[in-house]
């Protein structure tokens, strides 16, 4: 069995006006879905990133994966060079997904998760039980909270209803989890900071441990937006909140930062553990950040750190040094939902919820046929189907195909459209407080 075909379908998926410290999403988030063909007539597709540098690299890869055995990823490997590149492959300027530096990792991330796709129907089993097994039965996600402006995503006529609504005050955020946790049943809470003067994100965050109690614990995720000064300061304001299975996510550029502000928060006493995707993107990045004590636990993305079995792997040297795993999300469509299911269930070491953006996006740019996929109390449960378990709407797939080709933008620019609908002098300025 060899592949035939490989072919590359750029979507573009409403996305409401969320906010971060990167600056405000577009009416479309941009993905990619690819799709591999078979001698024996077997089809595996998979979810990636979108966008002009996507997908320049899977078409500079689609030679190399044409005759291939979907069987021979290290092969494959070899061949692409997907190996940690030289340079600044951090996300402290450049939002996941857009950085040269993990574009190729990100391209052969999509063709191994489309070959296990394939494998896992050659053999009639899920993706998951292919690599080892099932470490848990579900895949728990968090509540990913947003301040937001008004609006659902899409535009003009195309525009989606706003389930949630204009959320910038504390009040309102206690209300979109509110919301959020009734529909999906989440069990941990995740809030993007870096938006709104430290002191009402403070508040934010007492207000949700108020309403949801000790049981949901709760991360909050500036983005780098803070100096060492206003970590520390934001960290010890929150010790109990961020303390008890929660934690402090990139809170300043840097693990020099990072670790600074984590000595000084031990040095107060405040035992809250540091969490990296910014920091820490790559294999290279773990020994300096466990050596500095700079970050403890480690956020995985198969979609950037290589595919599923790479973050299987770096499950296990996180367990060898003692660093906690956990997963990053960007936007995202049902398939890259069921590909961190298959990740989080086949990786032993995830032992926090991961992250998830799926309550942001609609029922109607679903183009799993069958529409979206379905959380239990907060997780995703593994389809009782082969491969990934997603079966392709086709149909959806050109109409999110037609309407990338009808956007003037290829790249994810959230400083642009702060400009546009906010502040036509806004600037991404680190540290912001
Ligand atoms: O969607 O604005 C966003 C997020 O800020 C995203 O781009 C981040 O990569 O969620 C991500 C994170 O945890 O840093
Ligand atoms: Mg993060």
Redesign the pocket.
């Known amino acids: 069995m060899v592949i035939k075909e490989f072919s590359i379908h750029p979507l573009a998926v409403a996305d409401p006006p ?5 600056g405000r ?1 577009a009416p479309y988030a941009l993905r990619t879905l690819i799709r591999l063909d078979t001698t024996d007539g077997i089809c595996g597709v998979a979810e990636a990133h979108g966008g002009e540098g996507s997908l320049a690299a899977l078409h500079a890869l689609r030679r190399l994966v044409l005759g291939m055995d979907p069987f021979a990823l290290h092969d494959l490997w070899m061949r692409w060079g997907a190996e940690e590149a030289a340079g600044d492959r951090t ?1 402290t300027w450049m ?2 997904g857009e950085n040269p530096h993990d574009a190729r990792r990100r391209a052969f991330a999509a063709v191994e998760a489309a070959c296990l796709d394939i494998i896992g129907k050659a053999v009639g089993k899920p993706v998951c039980d292919l690599l080892g097994g099932r470490a848990r039965g579900a895949a728990p996600f968090s509540a ?1 909270l ?1 301040y937001k402006h008004a609006g659902g995503g899409g535009e003009g006529a195309d525009e989606r209803e706003d389930e949630y609504g204009e959320c910038l005050t504390p009040e309102s955020m206690v209300r979109q989890c509110r919301r959020m946790i009734a529909q999906y049943g989440f069990r941990d809470i995740k809030l ?1 900071g870096g938006v709104l003067d430290p002191e009402i994100e403070i508040e934010t965050v007492r207000l949700l441990r108020a309403e949801f109690g000790p049981n949901y614990p709760l991360r909050i ?1 500036p ?1 780098c937006a803070w100096s060492v000064e206003t970590s520390v300061r934001v960290g010890l304001a929150l010790r109990e909140e961020l303390s008890g299975g929660g934690y402090l ?2 809170p300043c550029a840097g693990l020099d930062g990072m670790a600074e502000v984590r000595r000084r928060l031990l040095a107060a006493g405040a035992d809250i553990p540091l969490a990296s ?2 920091a820490v993107t790559g294999f290279e990045d773990i020994l300096p950040a466990w050596r500095g004590h700079a970050v403890q636990i480690v ?1 995985s993305d198969p979609h950037y750190w290589g595919g599923i079995r790479a973050v299987q792997r770096l499950g296990d040297l996180c367990r060898c040094l003692g660093m906690g795993l956990s997963m ?4 995202h469509l049902g398939l890259s939902l069921l590909i961190m299911a298959h990740t989080c269930c086949a990786t032993p070491a995830m032992e926090f919820a991961c ?1 998830t ?1 799926y309550p942001w996006q609609h029922s109607s740019d679903e183009i799993l046929a069958g529409g979206r996929v379905q959380f239990e109390n907060g997780a995703v449960r593994i389809p009782d189907r082969p491969g990934l378990g997603a079966e392709i709407d086709w149909d959806r797939v050109a109409r999110l195909e037609e309407r990338y080709r009808r956007l003037p933008y290829r790249r994810r620019d ?1 400083a642009a459209e702060m400009r546009k609908h906010v502040d036509p002098a806004w600037q991404r300025i680190l540290p912001r407080w």
Not at 18 to 22: K, P
Not at 328 to 331: A, E, K, Q, V
Request: glycine content about 0%; charged content about 25%.
């Open positions: 969320l906010r971060s410290s990167y999403h996300q939002v996941p990913y947003f993007k995720d983005n996510e990139d995707n910014v956020l990053h999300s960007n936007n992250d953006h959230d």
